[in-house]
């Protein structure tokens, strides 16, 4: 066989391996929701298979069929949206200091690749608006639909909202911040499905009463039967983070025992498999 021959073939070759991982990553998905109504979402995007908080994770991601990919919104000097989690560059880019001392042209410089750089040598800081536009196609293609967890970091509920309104996200999608945040995003949308932390049960009343919420984010290590009880009886849904050594097997279970409505994980692939026998 002539060589372009054969580099034809291991061309094809590459595309139906790759679409058969799509295939079987969505599968996945469709059994799992199909058996279970534990949602998930990728913590930062986490993929596993990208750096956090990028366009290449959250495609990944999406590829899994998360129910929510979660995301850090920080407001850059010139007031542009940008999905960050630190509030300095150090940790996740080849960049330093805060964020908010950079314009966007500025931020677009630099690369949110580290610990990456062989993979993905040139992956950037994205844009609120450009995880919106992503995210927007890819359900438009799809029957399940993915939507937003978004972490307020630092941004004004106006701008955040008109972004999230224009890619028609906004309905669907969860806004995570603190109590001042979600008060102000409430007179800004009383529809918006906002989300306090719930760190003791004490606190519910006056945080209803105030924010309205449409869930809460509970501490793991305060979760119990009679909690998640209280809460739902007040027709409001519980979400919890299992994070860093608590993203485990075990504690997956616990979540589905309990009656807890979502769970925030850094492994997707994990808990499906769990859950499926896998």
Known sequence: MKKNNWLMVLALASIMSCQRSKSLNQIEAW????QHKLKISAHR???????????????????????????????????????????TLNRTTNGSGPISNLTLAEI???????????????????????????????????????????DCKQVEPKPLLKLMKQYH?????????????????????PLSKRMPSLNKADEMET????????????????????????????????????LGPLDQASNYKKAKELGVDLIQTDHVKSVYRYFLGN
Do not use: C
């Not at 059994?31 to 199909?34: A, E, F, L, T, V």
């Not at 986490?46 to 929510?68: C, H, I, Q, Y």
């Open 31 to 34: 059994n799992y929701k199909s």
């Open 45 to 87: 995007g986490n993929s596993g298979l990208a750096p956090e908080n990028t366009l290449a994770t959250f495609r990944k991601t999406l590829d899994m069929g998360v129910d929510f990919i979660e995301i850090d919104v920080r407001t850059s000097k010139d007031n542009q949206l940008v999905i960050l989690h630190d509030g």
């Open 108 to 150: 677009k410089q630099l690369k949110a690749n580290k610990g990456w750089e062989a993979q993905y040598p040139d992956e950037r800081i994205p844009t609120l608006e450009e995880t919106l536009q992503l995210m927007a196609h890819w359900n438009k293609q799809k029957n399940t639909k993915t939507y937003i967890y978004v």
């Open 169 to 189: 996200l906004d309905k669907e999608s969860i806004y995570y911040g603190n109590d001042d945040f979600l008060d102000k995003l409430k007179t800004e949308d």
């Open 207 to 242: 945080k209803i009463k105030r924010l309205a919420p449409y869930a809460f984010d509970v501490n793991w290590l305060r979760m119990n039967a009679q909690l998640v009880k209280d809460i739902h009886e007040k027709n409001i849904r519980v979400y919890t983070d299992v």
